[in-house]
């Protein structure tokens, strides 16, 4: 008996990478419920985990022919997973790239034929935007202002009417001046540059985003969960000064905190 029960513990072998493959599962569990909790996506999350642990279960079974159709279903699924979490998949692959190694400055410069967007535009003119944000917020002036880092956001730049302008508080002040017809929408700066003015950004569905914020916060929101862009929004109900990055707000801020907030992102 004794000799059975040694055997038994000899036959199974852990190595210390099986112990790091738990833990980057475990990891990468973790950052998806992180990502989709509080979503209608999660429930469907834990249904397709539900439907591949009774595969498994079925599997170790032999039940052949159960084990056949659920194969079938899951080996498909992949393609619909991909349809249903599109945007939960950007998202993640955009957390990833930002947090990852070679996404740090001093890795990258080391890569020295390789063409980086480093620091393209580190320099955008703050004081222009605080300014306007300033006035704009005495006067009660609706505006969702959007500053690209590393990409113009083309896509979103065109659904909207090209300015390519040179950054000015006074240009950005009759963009939303309320009876410019260009004031709906939100103005995209990219490298000191006004790039459009009344495009379309994508609406968050973040829950967590409070019921009293409008259509321009949630687009501010929605555009900086997709993109390492940052937005600046004035309310025109009360307006009050709020910053956006990564879909986090940051609301009833003063001029000298959107300011430092801005500085921090954009040196000059």
Same mark, same amino acid.
């Given at each position: 008996m004794l000799m059975q029960h040694i055997s038994f513990f000899t036959f199974i072998s852990i190595?210390?990478?099986?112990?790091?493959?738990?833990?980057? &599962? @475990?990891?990468?569990?973790?950052?998806?419920?992180n990502l989709l909790?509080?979503?209608?996506?999660?429930?469907?999350?834990?249904?397709?985990?539900?439907?591949? $642990? &009774?595969?498994?279960?079925?599997?170790?079974?032999?039940? !052949?022919?159960?084990? !056949?159709?659920?194969?079938?279903?899951?080996?498909v699924g992949v393609i619909a997973l991909i349809i249903v979490f599109q945007q939960e998949i950007r998202r993640f692959l955009l957390i990833v790239g930002n947090r990852s190694v070679l996404a740090q400055p001093r890795i990258r410069k080391r890569f020295g034929n390789w063409k980086w967007n480093e620091d393209k535009t580190a320099a955008i003119n703050t004081k222009a935007i &605080?300014? +306007?944000?300033? #006035?704009?917020?005495?006067?009660?002036?609706? @505006? $969702?202002?959007?500053?690209?880092?590393?990409?113009?956001?083309?896509?979103? +730049?065109?659904?909207?009417?090209?300015?390519?302008?040179e950054l000015t508080a006074n240009l950005l002040e009759t963009i939303f001046f309320k009876n410019n017809p260009m004031h709906d929408g939100a103005v995209i700066i990219h490298d000191n540059k006004i790039k459009a003015a009344r495009c379309i950004m994508p609406v968050s569905d973040n829950p967590k985003i409070q019921d009293n914020y409008g259509l321009r916060?949630? +687009?501010? @929101?929605?555009?900086? !969960? #997709?993109?390492? @862009?940052?937005? &600046?929004?004035?309310?025109?109900e009360t307006g009050e000064l709020s910053f956006c990055k990564d879909g986090n707000l940051k609301s009833r801020l003063d001029i000298d905190g959107l300011k430092s907030l801005l500085e921090r992102e954009y040196k000059n």
């Open positions: 190595r210390w990478l099986d112990f790091l493959d738990i833990f980057l &599962v @475990a990891l990468l569990m973790y950052q998806l419920y909790k509080g979503t209608v996506a999660i429930r469907i999350l834990l249904g397709i985990l539900s439907l591949y $642990l &009774v595969w498994k279960l079925v599997e170790s079974l032999k039940m !052949e022919l159960l084990d !056949e159709i659920l194969g079938q279903f899951i080996g &605080v300014k +306007a944000c300033f #006035n704009m917020s005495k006067s009660k002036t609706g @505006a $969702l202002i959007v500053i690209s880092k590393d990409n113009e956001l083309k896509y979103h +730049a065109s659904t909207g009417d090209r300015i390519n302008g916060h949630r +687009a501010a @929101a929605g555009i900086t !969960e #997709n993109s390492t @862009a940052v937005a &600046v929004i004035v309310s025109e």
